[in-house]
């Protein structure tokens, strides 16, 4: 073969070798392009969906906050009824003896229920134990029912709560 043939093709390889070695540095920035924008997506997706949980957060405590605030003044209210309740009560018994000894035992074992009545207020009979006056039951009565009340706004709030934040 002659030396323009040989010259034509050491031309011809080196322009494919020029062509290859483009080609593939081509390819590898096109390849880096893709994987840093891919990055950038997730980074983008990432900080989106913090976002997203921190709003969901910061409605979840102004929530809170609210039906605290509501729990809060209905306490308030429920305190102030009570001193009133507790003052009636006071005014409208007498201090006598309305269950005896035997009678508070039987309800102190009574499906584990612990009675806690105070000492009674007047010595009106001579008694075998505690008792409990009318005052005394009145007063129990009155807060447990408080205490009722108190445990059903709790729920109703918490119900609240939940019912809110699944609005979406």
């Known amino acids: 073969m002659s030396a323009r043939v040989y010259g034509g ?3 011809a390889a080196t322009l494919l070798a020029l062509g290859a070695w483009g080609g593939y540095k ?3 920035s096109d390849g880096s392009r893709m994987v840093a924008e891919a990055r950038e997506d997730a980074r983008r997706a990432e900080l989106a969906n913090t976002h997203a949980a ?3 957060l910061q409605e979840a405590q102004a929530r809170g906050d609210a039906l ?3 729990l809060a003044a209905v306490r308030r209210t429920a305190k ?3 001193e009133k309740l507790d003052a009636a009560i006071h005014r409208e018994t007498t201090g006598r003896v309305c269950l005896s000894g035997p009678a508070l035992r039987v309800l102190d074992n009574a499906h584990g229920l612990r ?3 105070p000492a009674a207020a007047s010595s009106t009979t001579a008694t075998d134990g505690p008792v409990a006056t009318d005052t005394d039951v009145g007063l ?9 009340d108190e445990c059903r706004h709790r729920l109703a709030a918490l119900i609240d709560f ?3 934040g699944n609005t979406r």
Do not use: C, E, P, S
């Not at 009155?142 to 009722?148: E, I, L």
């Open 9 to 11: 093709l050491a031309i």
């Open 26 to 28: 081509t390819g590898v």
């Open 54 to 56: 921190l709003v969901r």
């Open 68 to 70: 605290t605030n509501k």
């Open 80 to 82: 102030a009824t009570q």
């Open 115 to 117: 009675v806690d009545l």
């Open 140 to 148: 129990w009565i009155g807060r447990a029912g408080q205490q009722y």
């Open 162 to 164: 939940h019912r809110q």
